[in-house]
């Protein structure tokens, strides 16, 4: 990764976070590493990251605001991944806008809208008064809609593998009682088990079942929210390719990078990258949106143009957080609307 090194030095930081051993949890599977300390990137002791405005620092876990709060769910985007500092992040932006109230981050990287949604129904009782909760995601739903048995049970989600590896039950055959799309190949030449069908869906296909949970997800957060009061915005997260936008130089020689040293992961999100595929989904959500009385972006249509705004695919520069944070901002609660309780 020279390019990434030469280019982006803060995402060395990213990198040892994702690195560490994972945070299996109940009810989310998995959430940030808790208590991460370094130059570019901090979480508090649940595993949240702080927004930093001036001389303030302020999270869910630490030093929370006992006033009015804003929040902001969803993944990598929305967490801040390739920012180079806590600083940096689309909340600490927001929270820096005249008559803006702190704004508290509950993202995290992978997740994909049932696990935004749990986070904040599990931490639901912590938060102050809230006057809005921002959901920047989208992407991940369709990246799992394109697993194995996608649309069974509960669905899926990232490091689905992984989690059932750590089950660690010693009988093999037993273990490998699960649910077939947790079992890889070798597992199942180690049992003796038949490769089953191929059930993952079409591309076109993921975008409706990717928006049909989205548009779920969403209307339980809206019933968790009107106790509050609190007006709930969507924003689509971007990709680099569904903006159409002439890549720079830096962005070109990062994500070529991107392509062949971490292949095997980009290639889950090539068969949704497709124009077909975002022309529909970014059709369906404004719709599902609109039938919620929910305010709708789309993140791709704002970073297009020749700047430097992407570090890979799907993750952002602080240029790019910038634009999204200006955007987000326009539709936002006025303060004065609201007034005080």
Known sequence: ??????????MKHYEEFASGEMRWLP??????????????????SGGFRPTEVGNQRYSLLQDRPSGEVSV???ASPAFGWG???????????????????????????????????LVFMLHRHQLPRIRD???????????????????????????????????????????YQQPKWAVGRLARRLTGAEPGPDRTLSPLARSELAAEIQARDLDRLLEL???????????????ATWTKKTLSPEEKLLIDEVNVERSALWTMFTPILGDDVYRDYRDRLPAVC?????????????????????????????AGNKRLAAAISGMLTPGEARGES
């Open 290 to 318: 609109a039938r919620r009385g929910i305010s709708f972006l789309d993140a791709s249509a704002l970073l297009g143009g020749d700047e430097w705004l992407f570090i890979d695919q799907a993750h952002i520069t602080d």
């Open 83 to 117: 920012a180079v500092g806590d600083a940096n992040t689309i909340p600490s932006l927001l929270a820096r806008e005249p008559g803006s109230p702190p704004w508290l981050n509950l993202s995290a990287s992978a997740f994909n809208s049932t696990q935004e949604l």
């Open 27 to 44: 009810y989310l599977m998995f959430f940030s590493r808790a208590g991460y300390q370094s130059p570019v990137l901090t979480t508090d």
């Open 133 to 175: 909760i921002v959901v920047l995601a989208g992407l991940n739903n369709l990246v799992v809609a394109g697993l194995p048995e996608a649309g069974s049970d509960y669905g899926q989600f990232f490091f689905s593998g992984e989690f059932f590896t750590q089950l660690g039950n010693p009988d093999l055959k037993k273990y």
């Open 225 to 239: 929210a009107a106790p509050t009061g609190a007006k709930v915005h969507f924003m689509l997260q971007p990709t």
């Open 1 to 10: 990764m020279d390019q990434q090194a030469k280019l982006a030095p803060q």
């Open 72 to 74: 902001m769910l969803g």
